[in-house]
């Protein structure tokens, strides 16, 4: 008569079950970040046209608000130009990456410009500040070109190739109806295009994944 036993054999059926991990939303969008600021920024200076017009002058409180719906919205234009240097959505070429360089600088430095009016630091009637002006007209002007440049190379498909144009002809579309129809006209035409344009355009970059 034997003492000895066997050990039963272990039952593979009844290892633990480990659950799939979770995607990682920062990796399957990994523009989120960059898509939010922009359409927040957008609806920040759209809200301040609003409330004071395209170009309040005068009162300091009236000037820092303004200043800081419109500066939120060109921290998100620098947003959104990492994502089309990331992307190459202008091409692969040394054009294109000069383009969102230089479009970089316009835009940093009509930041300047911007903080100097919401501080009232600025005088326009010196050359110097009425030049640092200049920039922030420059820099959308800018982002219009490089709407075009994303229409023709393609390398955002559907309705992201497009968009980028619908937002940033805004410049194109404001500046002449303020010349043409003043700025009270101007100013809800402004804000509504911010909406329908840059509001948007965020949302369709924070969905992208790659």
Same mark, same amino acid.
């Given at each position: 008569?034997?003492?000895?036993?066997?050990?039963?054999?272990?039952?593979?059926?009844?290892?633990?079950?480990?659950?799939?991990?979770?995607?990682? &939303?920062?990796?399957?969008?990994? *523009?989120?970040?960059?898509?939010? !600021?922009?359409?927040? @920024?957008? $609806? =920040?200076?759209?809200?301040?046209?609003?409330?004071?017009?395209?170009?309040?002058?005068?009162? &300091?409180?009236?000037?820092?608000? *303004?200043?800081?719906?419109?500066? !939120?919205?060109?921290? @998100?234009? $620098? =947003?959104?130009?990492?994502?089309?240097?990331?992307?190459?959505?202008?091409?692969?070429?040394?054009?294109?990456?000069?383009?969102l360089i230089v479009e970089s600088v316009l835009v940093s430095v009509a930041i300047g410009s911007t903080l100097a009016d919401a501080f009232t630091l600025s005088d326009l009637n010196q050359p110097v500040w009425a030049a640092l002006d200049a920039f922030w007209p420059l820099s959308m002007l800018g982002m219009f070109f490089i709407g075009i440049r994303i229409a023709i190379a393609g390398r955002w498909t559907g309705i992201s190739r497009f968009w980028p144009l619908v937002a940033e002809s805004w410049a194109a579309v404001v500046l002449p109806i303020n010349g043409i129809l003043g700025g009270a006209v101007a100013q809800y035409v402004a804000a509504a295009h911010l909406i329908v344009g840059y509001t948007v355009l965020g949302v369709l970059v924070a969905r992208k994944t790659n």
């Amino acid at each position: 008569m034997s003492l000895s036993s066997t050990p039963a054999p272990a039952r593979s059926d009844l290892a633990a079950v480990v659950p799939p991990a979770e995607p990682d &939303p920062g990796r399957r969008h990994p *523009f989120m970040v960059h898509g939010a !600021l922009l359409s927040i @920024g957008a $609806l =920040a200076w759209s809200a301040s046209i609003v409330a004071l017009g395209v170009d309040p002058v005068g009162n &300091p409180d009236d000037l820092l608000v *303004f200043g800081l719906g419109s500066g !939120l919205f060109q921290l @998100g234009l $620098l =947003a959104l130009l990492r994502v089309l240097w990331r992307t190459r959505a202008l091409g692969a070429g040394r054009i294109a990456r000069a383009a969102l360089i230089v479009e970089s600088v316009l835009v940093s430095v009509a930041i300047g410009s911007t903080l100097a009016d919401a501080f009232t630091l600025s005088d326009l009637n010196q050359p110097v500040w009425a030049a640092l002006d200049a920039f922030w007209p420059l820099s959308m002007l800018g982002m219009f070109f490089i709407g075009i440049r994303i229409a023709i190379a393609g390398r955002w498909t559907g309705i992201s190739r497009f968009w980028p144009l619908v937002a940033e002809s805004w410049a194109a579309v404001v500046l002449p109806i303020n010349g043409i129809l003043g700025g009270a006209v101007a100013q809800y035409v402004a804000a509504a295009h911010l909406i329908v344009g840059y509001t948007v355009l965020g949302v369709l970059v924070a969905r992208k994944t790659n």
